[in-house]
């Protein structure tokens, strides 16, 4: 009796212990503890929403246990993982999906050589197009690379799919890909936290041939990879990460991620077989479950891999068909794509909202440094190529003045191009942040001295990572976790490419900055303008003595309003049958821009 009751005594302990582990974590603080219970000792990333979050909480971590830092942009994380990885440690990179374009390079030539520790890829997709400027679709790189790609579906599965992952990447010789998307990476739930594990550092592996990618040991790898995905397809037909949950036999479900919870409040009663990975596939797994079943659908976010890769198989699979290949899906879509399929009777009596939401279109913070040199370049009618950043709202009323956007870093290769193909009717400027500059826009600097462009460069520098939330670079002086480092002199770096006319200006000085930017485009070859302000929310936001309007004396001549300033509005008066403005001052941060450039003198400083 009393052994029993010890033991009764010991589960309860064991269960509350573990319910002390308990925590409501969102997706990305999932995959920063699973990289560190992993027992990773190296983490790099370049900010990038939806992924920005991951780093920042691996930093949180002590930095005994693994180094973290952000990286100029996502191929030297990419390589700096790779370097920790032949090192013999743990190592993982963080990026969005668009990042993975920038590291595929490196990607493409890893997987010939695999690994030696662990090395974890981390890529969260933007299915929706939140915050990114498309909406691809990480699986097919998985595809290119012949690497694994894990799909975890809540924060649970993330923390154990990344934790599992450095485990595949060492049993079977390959990096490893761990795709989340902007609904895990950001919705919160409970998870289940595990303890650090202690995994030895591994001696450097003294093997050329495996690790130089020349051409005879590149010819060499290539085998090495299709039998590691037949290795690995064998692993995952085996593995209870695949999950066939049996229901009815009319129809089955075939799917993974986010898609995956849908279907289940969806359709709580399905066949459902749950992949943890799209690639590879379980092949025999696949083909035991549809003939199990009379209609066979795949519910897969963006593109059809699952369903193209069962079509192949032979298997009438449906999906695309009920389910868009572009957006974020959501239990409302899924359920819909399921009535049009007949599958669910459709609700004739359900309430249809018909509310429509009002506008909100993004805006510049109020006091954006970014404000004033669009409205300069507007000024002098410039042709201006733009790049990724919170300045691409430039783009859109009041400002109106940024013509193309592609990627980090194209702006100043793009006008290049411009130049260079004759368009010169107009003065051609490419603008972009210091992060952004520091990412990619090196090279294409250096392109336009050597080939001597006659266009201006716009470095606007406001000493952060703004977009993504105020992050540190090597052009801010500090590291991830707070400490000096050397800060970049854009200055001199621009020198150092042949730039021979380089100036900086305050963001905030308005007849400098228009007077600097005429003589710029003025002149005959490569310019650069550094305009230097930081950004009004770093480190803090920051306040100055507020700004007001003095309504008899204002004129409505709407020039503040060009700004694009949230503390700017439309006041209740009149003059000649245009609405005067009024200052917010509560959100007024007294940067004087509106001021600099109010006709009439009308724009004050508050009183004390």
């Known amino acids: 009796m009393g052994s029993q009751v010890k033991h009764e005594d010991a589960a309860k302990t064991k269960s509350r212990a573990a319910e002390s582990n308990i925590r409501p974590l969102m997706g990305n603080e999932a995959i920063a503890r699973g990289i560190w219970e992993a027992g990773a000792r190296l983490a790099a ?19 005994g246990e693994i180094v973290a830092q952000w990286s100029t942009n996502e191929k030297v994380a990419f390589d700096v993982a790779a370097g920790g990885s032949f090192a013999g440690v743990r190592s993982a990179c963080v990026m969005k999906h668009v990042g993975l374009n920038v590291a595929a390079d490196a990607l493409m030539s890893q997987t010939y050589i695999g690994v030696n520790a662990g090395l974890v890829v981390i890529v969260c997709d933007d ?24 799909e975890p579906s809540d924060a649970q599965e993330a923390l154990e799919f990344t934790r599992l992952a450095f485990e595949i990447s060492e049993q079977f010789d390959t990096p490893v890909i761990v795709r989340s998307t902007t609904r895990l990476s950001h919705t919160r739930s409970a998870v289940l936290m595990g303890e650090r594990a202690d995994v030895p550092v591994k001696p450097f592996n003294e093997a050329p041939a495996k690790n130089v990618m020349v051409p005879a040991h590149a010819r060499q790898r290539h085998p090495e990879l299709f039998k590691r995905e037949a290795a690995l397809a064998e692993y995952f037909e085996t593995s209870p990460l695949t999950k066939w949950e049996k229901g009815s036999k009319e129809f089955g479900v075939i799917t993974q991620s986010v898609a995956y919870t849908y279907v289940k409040e969806v359709l709580p009663e399905a066949s459902v077989l749950k992949l943890a990975a799209s690639h590879p596939l379980p092949e025999n797994a696949l083909r035991e479950f549809c003939a199990s079943v009379k209609r066979v659908f795949v519910v897969e976010e963006l593109e059809p ?15 695309k068909e009920w389910f868009p290949r572009d957006g974020e899906f959501s239990p409302e879509l899924v359920l819909r794509g399921f009535e049009a399929a007949g599958i669910v009777e459709a609700d004739e009596h359900e309430e249809v909202v018909t509310a429509t939401p009002i506008a909100r279109p993004p805006v510049l913070c109020s006091g954006c440094p970014h404000m004033t040199s669009y409205l300069a370049l507007r000024a002098i009618d410039a042709r201006v190529a733009g790049d990724i950043g919170c300045y691409t709202l430039a783009a859109i009323e009041p400002l109106n003045s940024i013509d193309t956007c592609v990627s980090m870093g194209s702006s100043i290769a793009n006008a290049v191009g411009m130049a260079k193909a004759g368009l010169n009717e ?24 050597y080939n001597n462009a ?24 500090k590291t991830i976790r707070g400490t000096e480092a050397h800060r970049v002199d854009f200055e001199q770096i621009c020198r150092a490419t042949g730039v021979e006319w380089v100036k900086t200006i305050d963001s905030y000085d308005m007849g400098t900055m228009y007077r600097t930017f005429r003589e710029a485009t003025e002149h005959r070859g490569v310019s650069v303008v550094i305009s230097n302000r930081p950004c009004v929310l770093d480190p803090v936001k920051i306040m ?24 700017l509005t439309w006041s209740d008066e009149w003059h000649d049958g245009h609405h005067k403005v009024q ?7 007294g940067c004087t821009i509106c001021a600099q450039v109010c006709p009439s003198n009308c724009i004050q400083p508050v009183e004390a």
Do not use: W
């Open 45 to 63: 990333a370049y900010p990038g929403t939806p992924s920005t979050e991951i780093l920042e909480n691996v930093a949180g971590y002590p930095d």
């Open 426 to 449: 107009r003065p051609i400027v490419a603008t972009l942040g210091d992060s952004t500059f520091l990412h990619a826009g090196i090279p294409p600097l250096i392109d336009a001295v």
């Open 544 to 567: 100055g003595p507020a700004l007001r309007v003095n309504g008899a004396e204002c004129i409505a001549c709407q020039s503040c309003m060009n700004l694009g300033c949230p503390s």
């Open 454 to 477: 006659n266009i201006t460069v716009i470095i606007l520098d406001n000493h952060i990572t703004a977009m993504t939330g105020g992050q540190d670079h090597a052009g801010t002086g």
């Open 305 to 319: 891999i699952v369903q193209t890769a069962l079509k192949a198989m032979g298997i009438a699979a449906e999906g």
């Open 583 to 589: 200052i917010i001052e509560s959100t007024c941060i």
């Open 127 to 150: 299915p929706g197009i939140h915050s990114s400027q498309n909406e691809q679709d990480t699986r097919i790189y998985a595809k290119l690379a012949q690497v694994p790609v894990l």
